[in-house]
């Protein structure tokens, strides 16, 4: 059975993660590269053991986790589907039908607005995804340039971010530090209310609800 490790192994995915990267760069984007890919394979990992699923989906979780930003070299808007396309065509003869499906089905549905759940594994990889704002993803160099673009601004000010889960409370919380000399965080509000409401759904999916704590803060 096909397992992170292999797919961390793989030399055509960790080409395609290199050329994300660059590609990312070039585009003077933040981080989408292997920081990105192996934080959210962590997170995704982590996040399907505590919310109780199986061995199996866990290690799918982690697979997507690692795998969803990948397609970014072929084009940023459609980079969702392009992952998939590929997941699937590396992996086509390796993985069993349900476990290829599986995968290749969160990697389409992380970064969809019309994103419709129907497993859990994509509802994992949504969340581990979304939760990923650290200053480490501002790749630009001049505080110049960062403090022009509010996504650059907005992931620089944060500098700690975690993700936790409450099985008691069915509660999986997000807590940030934001340096607020930085950006104010009505600005942070202005730029993730989407990927918020991203996490929600899919925490709903999960049966869970979905908090965010910013500097001890409550604010969902
Ligand atoms: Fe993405
Ligand atoms: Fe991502």
């Known amino acids: 059975m096909i397992t992170l490790n292999d797919v961390k192994n793989h030399p055509q995915i960790l080409e395609f993660i290199r050329q994300t990267q660059a590609s990312m760069r070039a585009l003077d984007y933040t981080e989408h590269g292997p920081r990105h890919a192996n934080l ?16 199996r989906m866990q290690e799918l979780a982690a697979i ?14 459609r980079h969702h589907y392009w992952g998939a396309l590929l997941f699937h065509q590396v992996f086509q003869d ?36 979304k939760s990923d704002v650290h200053r480490s ?25 975690s993700l936790a889960v409450d099985t008691k409370k069915k509660r999986i919380v997000l807590k940030l530090k ?18 918020m409401s991203y996490c929600r759904a899919a925490a709903d999916y999960l049966g869970y609800k979905f908090s965010i704590v910013i500097n001890s803060f409550k604010l969902l």
């Open 178 to 195: 934001i340096d607020t000399n930085f950006v104010p965080i009505m600005e942070y509000f202005e730029i993730f209310t989407e990927r």
């Open 137 to 161: 993803r501002v790749i630009t160099r001049s505080i110049k340039k960062i403090k022009a673009d509010i996504h650059d601004r907005v992931n620089y000010a944060v500098t700690k971010s």
């Open 40 to 55: 959210v394979a962590r997170r995704a990992r982590r996040l399907a053991q505590d919310v109780g699923l199986s061995k």
């Open 94 to 129: 390796k993985m069993d039908a349900k476990d290829l499906v599986m995968v290749v089905q969160a990697l389409a549905n992380h970064d969809k607005e019309d994103m419709k759940l129907t497993n859990a594994v994509s509802a994992i990889v949504v969340i581990a995804d």
């Open 64 to 77: 997507g986790g690692f795998c969803q930003d990948m397609g970014n070299f072929l084009g940023r808007t």
